[in-house]
């Protein structure tokens, strides 16, 4: 029998274990902020005193636009900044040099849509500053001439302050002898602005060059760093800039390292750092009570952002005080982005709530795409599956132990020597048979696809890439070699759409040699990796297409593959099916084209935890199809930890239990019959909510509402809610608390909302809002609760894979709020075609309850889809006990219906009804 003591040895040498592996992923393979030049030059600057001077006598108003000029004082380099405020609440700010020697890399293909201008009038005007406004009134730009600073205001409220601090920082483009000339004179340039450190040499500040170890990192166009800095007034709790192992709340960096954006394949990574890993969207969002607003900063180089405010300060013990000095100070918080190239470009999402932010950000970068029906099920992964035996037994295993899963995926060792595009012909030698024994099954199966190309004259891939010159190119101007995977590798230079056009075909059935259309991709490391590398991953000054320097566009290419994996996948069925890619690497916009995952994580209860707020992050900037490895990557988690993660997994976004090569084998029913229950429970009750998944998908994929969301997101004024990261909402209607420690019997659940109520999902029991309980647990469930004034639509019946379900009939479940009111929808169509968008075949349904009376209504006129799916259910939870039911028959007379009345839960039951889903219907509730 385990004692408790040596379960507490047990977890104790886990964790040991676990914190080993993240160590390696802070080890000197990765820069410290002290190894970046940019950073380092950045932060000499001096708060408050800034060099540039607003030119007001520059302005230029035209119908779209206004422009400034904004002359460096030490320097005397004239900026060009232009400033645009646009429909729907949002203002774009480009700054750029007015001349500069050549043009500096402007971000593409990431925004979507230019949105339309509004027109700005001088309001007032004199010699130290100037208003200007929208025609209505209702946004105000100040704009203060030296120190040059910018304010926005909304209905006469400061909103945002621009260069508050004065950290504008613009290294402007210059030959290497004016260069020269400035170190030769810097004692003096020293004396304009003030630093707070000493003048040092060129090769110390990385102004021309920059080493990490034996790396050098030659920089053709010399330093090219951007900076600025934006005040937050009355904010305190800011979220987002993914992706980090770190809290949803964004922590302040003044005694602590920035949070740093830059793509990095980090294996096992540390936890509760801001340290740069798969993938960067640098988008951060602000919220207090009433307001909600978000800087976008549009820039793909390496970044780093500092966060300050003047409420909390550290010290000597590194324990958090609020200062005294600070007491009578209007509550504020800093945000400090700094690039190393690029220009600046950033749009302000003047919100005023989180929801149309969301919708902001959405109408400049694109929604979630819209998944097949299949990507929501179960997915079942390793490194490796050895051959098809292993597959079709894996296969089998399922079936066996009645656990649903719709893929089974495939790493790089299916290929022939880790040549993408191919199949090993001992492990694999029959690859198409193999997927049409899955097609019979109705599963699908996923492929890695890496970006890396080995070098081979026998690979016909290199080959013909190699004679059209599609890779990246080194300094010299030669291909770019590096080590992954298969050994040397080349890498496709997906920033080029003819390159992304030709490695888009290659999905095709013509051209990927006994692929089928029941194959699906996953594109890992693509930061790129590059083992061998300054950081892991490419060189800096490796070239693209049009001459730009890799640095220019580091945190793009991930993006970039993503996108021509998707469209070679539509482009293979004739532009009608929906693609479904896994991706690593991502950047603002990566939504587009398919899910995120969180990397290689470890079998550790800490990761499980930290897996919340990653998630979250991810939701609230765009990617609401997202997920973590179930169990962990690496390492093996013990029979318990596997169990909770499938339990938290159930209830996120993508679900893919995962491992690596030297783990324990970790198919669900490896781990003793009680606990093969349990996780065939949490993935039954996964499937049976898919109609209400789905329709959160659908609901991401038009109105931009992210599928999870944190407290905060649904209950906007409750302060108590903003900084909860250990569960989460998803959609409206469901309030998820997973349970993230070893052997606990309760938790602490808050259940937010003043007036709301709240519903336990399996007992019933009825709660108030706005209180937190303590909710007993046990290893079979987690605390799950349904919000008061929502319905759920539900499958009856579980079936092996998603289209096992497709004709099973629906139940749906209500939970009445405290008016006795509730609504929900229901999204209806094919599963996996475009057909819901080309022809509008489609059902959007509204289910409500109002003075006792149940009604289904269409929600979207334009889409029609035939169906004989039945809603055969209908429980409603808080209901009290009627003396009839009736609905309306053909000739408009009631006709009674039969239900039960569970008085000890208040649970009306109402069952084997025949309505058809797509079809107008009442029921009555008679008292």
Not at 390 to 417: C, M, R, S
Not at 465 to 473: E, I, L, P, R
Not at 690 to 700: C, D, E, N, R, S
Not at 830 to 841: E, I, V
Request: hydrophobic share 35%; glycine share 6%; charged share 25%.
């Amino acid at each position: 029998i385990e004692t408790e003591s040596s379960k507490m040895e047990v977890h104790s040498e886990s964790f040991k274990e676990a914190s080993a592996f993240a160590e390696a992923g802070e080890s000197s393979e990765f820069k410290t902020i002290e190894d970046i030049a940019f950073y380092r030059r950045q932060k000499k600057l001096l708060p408050w005193n800034s060099p540039y001077h607003g030119l007001l006598d520059t302005i230029e108003l035209s119908d779209c636009r206004a422009k400034l000029h904004l002359l460096n004082e030490e320097n005397k380099v004239t900026l060009l900044m232009e400033l645009f405020v646009l429909q729907d609440n949002v203002i774009r700010i480009k700054v750029n040099e007015l001349n500069p020697l050549k043009p500096r890399y402007e971000v593409p293909d990431v925004i979507i849509n230019e949105l339309p201008s509004q027109s700005l009038i001088m309001v007032c005007r004199d010699g130290l500053s100037v208003t200007m406004a929208t025609v209505d009134g209702g946004t105000q730009i100040l704009i203060v001439a030296k120190p040059f600073r910018m304010e926005v205001r909304e209905h006469g409220q400061m909103s945002m302050s621009v260069n508050s601090l004065g950290l504008l920082h613009f290294e402007h483009l210059r030959k290497k002898s004016q260069s020269e000339d400035r170190s030769a004179r810097g004692k003096h340039m020293a004396g304009k602005r003030k630093c707070d450190t000493n003048k040092e040499s060129e090769d110390a500040q990385g102004l021309w060059k920059e080493q990490f170890h034996e790396f050098i990192d030659t920089k053709a166009n010399g330093p090219t760093s951007v900076g600025l800095d934006f005040l937050l007034p009355g904010f305190e709790h800011v979220y987002g800039i993914p992706e980090h192992t770190e809290s949803l709340r964004l922590k302040t960096t003044s005694q602590e390292e920035p949070y740093r954006l830059y793509n990095l394949n980090v294996f096992a990574c540390k936890l509760n750092s801001r340290m740069g890993i798969y993938g960067s969207i640098p988008l951060l969002l602000a919220h207090k009570p009433k307001k909600t607003l978000g800087i976008f900063w549009l820039n793909s180089s390496e970044t780093l952002v500092d966060i300050s405010t003047n409420t909390e300060n550290k010290g000597e013990s590194g324990k958090v005080k609020k200062l005294k000095a600070d007491d009578d100070r209007p509550l504020r918080t800093d945000v400090r982005w700094m690039s190393e190239s690029g220009i600046i470009d950033v749009y302000i999402l003047t919100g005023p709530s989180a929801f149309d932010v969301f919708n902001q950000y959405s109408r400049l970068t694109g929604t979630q795409t819209l998944p097949p029906l299949f990507a929501l099920g179960h997915h079942q992964c390793r490194y490796t599956y050895k051959d098809e035996s292993d597959v079709k037994q894996v296969d089998a295993g399922f079936d066996a132990h009645n656990i649903p899963y719709d893929v089974i995926w495939l790493d790089i060792d299916h290929t022939e020597g880790k040549r993408y595009f191919t199949w090993d012909k001992t492990k694999f030698p029959a690859p198409r048979e193999m997927q049409e024994y899955l097609r019979t099954k109705d599963r699908k199966l996923v492929v890695i696809i890496d970006p890396h190309i080995k070098v081979d004259k026998n690979y016909s891939i290199y080959c013909e890439a190699n004679s059209k010159k599609y890779f990246v190119m080194d300094k010299d101007g030669e291909e770019y070699q590096g080590s992954c995977w298969p050994g040397i590798s080349a890498y496709l230079d997906f920033t080029n759409p003819v390159v992304r056009n030709w490695y888009a075909d290659k999905h095709g059935l013509d051209q990927y040699k006994d692929s089928t259309d029941i194959l699906f991709v996953w594109n890992d490391m693509n930061e790129p990796a590059v083992f061998g590398a300054p950081e892991l991953t490419m060189p800096k000054d490796a070239v693209h297409a049009g001459g730009w320097e890799h640095r220019e566009m580091h945190n793009l290419y991930g993006f970039y593959q993503q996108r021509a994996t998707a469209e070679g996948l539509i482009r293979r069925s004739g532009g009608k099916e929906r693609p479904f890619v896994l991706t690593r690497s991502f950047f603002a916009g990566s939504q587009r084209y398919g899910a995120v995952w969180t990397g290689d994580n470890v079998a550790d209860w800490s990761y499980l935890k930290i897996s919340i707020p990653m998630l979250l992050n991810l939701s609230i900037t765009g990617i609401s199809f997202c997920g973590a490895d179930v169990g962990g990557f690496v390492q093996n988690p013990d029979p318990e930890l596997l169990v909770r993660w499938y339990q938290a997994g159930a209830y996120q976004p993508f679900l893919r239990n995962h491992s690596n090569a030297d783990t324990k084998r970790r198919e669900p029913w490896l781990f003793g019959e009680e606990n093969t229950r349990i996780i065939r429970e949490s993935i039954h009750e996964r499937y049976a909510l898919l109609p209400f998944w789905y329709t959160l998908f659908y609901m991401a994929h038009t109105k931009a509402e992210p599928v999870i969301r944190p407290l905060w997101v649904e209950f906007p004024e409750e302060t108590n809610t903003f900084a909860i990261d250990d569960e989460y909402l998803i959609g409206e209607a469901l309030l998820v608390h997973p349970v993230t420690e070893a052997g606990v019997t309760e938790v602490s659940v808050l259940l937010p909302g003043k007036g709301e109520v709240w519903y336990h999902r399996e007992t019933l029991q009825r709660f108030n809002g706005d209180q937190s309980l303590l909710t007993s647990v046990t290893l079979d469930n987690i605390p799950v609760y349904q919000r008061g004034g929502t319905i759920i639509p539900r499958k009856t019946s579980v079936g092996r894979t998603t289209k096992h379900m497709e004709t099973a009939s629906y139940s749906l479940h209500v939970a009445l709020s405290s008016e006795n009111t509730a609504t929900g929808k229901l999204f209806i169509d094919d599963g996996h075609s475009f057909n819901y968008q080309s022809k509008n075949q489609f059902l959007l349904r509204k289910f409500s309850i109002k003075d006792n009376t149940f009604s289904a209504v269409c929600a979207d006129e334009r889409g029609w889809y035939c169906t004989e799916c039945l809603v055969e259910k209908i429980h409603i939870v808080g209901a009290a006990q009627p003396y009839c039911v009736t609905t309306l028959g053909p000739d408009m007379q009631e006709i009674p219906v039969q239900f039960n009345y569970n008085l000890e839960k208040c649970l009306l039951s109402i069952e084997n009804l025949q309505f058809n889903v797509g079809c107008d219907w009442t029921l009555r509730l008679k008292y």
